[in-house]
């Protein structure tokens, strides 16, 4: 599985981005997508992924400012991120898991969101 993520960008404070992330290869009703992010200086942390049931989690506060969607025919999974914040600055990362095989885990590049004041 390869995963293309796309959209970052430099952003002032209450503004809005949306992230894309294309995935290829051996994709599967068993793949699993989500979002996770890391900031300068701390580890990388979960924003939000779909669950094997088709439901959503969100950790922390991002509910209700960032929303998890997904286009099936294109295999592609958007993070919609409104009124941004300055702790928001950070490399986001697209993640796939195979449902029912842990260790099945693929990572895509990164993409930097940069918010500004």
């Known amino acids: 599985v390869q995963l293309q993520a796309s959209g970052g960008g430099l952003v002032q404070a209450g503004g809005s981005l949306r992230l894309s992330c294309a995935a290829s290869?051996?994709?599967?009703?068993?793949?699993?997508m989500g979002w996770y992010r890391q900031a300068p200086g701390k580890q990388r942390e979960l924003v939000v992924t779909?669950?094997?049931?088709?439901?959503?989690n969100y950790a922390g506060s991002y509910k209700g400012r960032f929303t998890i969607s997904r286009d099936n025919a294109k295999n592609t999974v958007y993070l919609q991120m409104n009124n941004l914040k300055r702790d928001d600055t950070a490399t986001y990362y697209c993640?796939?898991?195979?449902?029912?095989?842990?260790?099945?885990?693929?990572w895509g590049q990164g993409t930097q969101v940069t918010v500004s004041s």
């Open positions: 290869g051996s994709i599967d009703s068993k793949i699993v």
């Open positions: 779909f669950t094997t049931t088709g439901g959503t």
């Open positions: 993640c796939a898991v195979r449902s029912g095989r842990p260790t099945d885990v693929y």
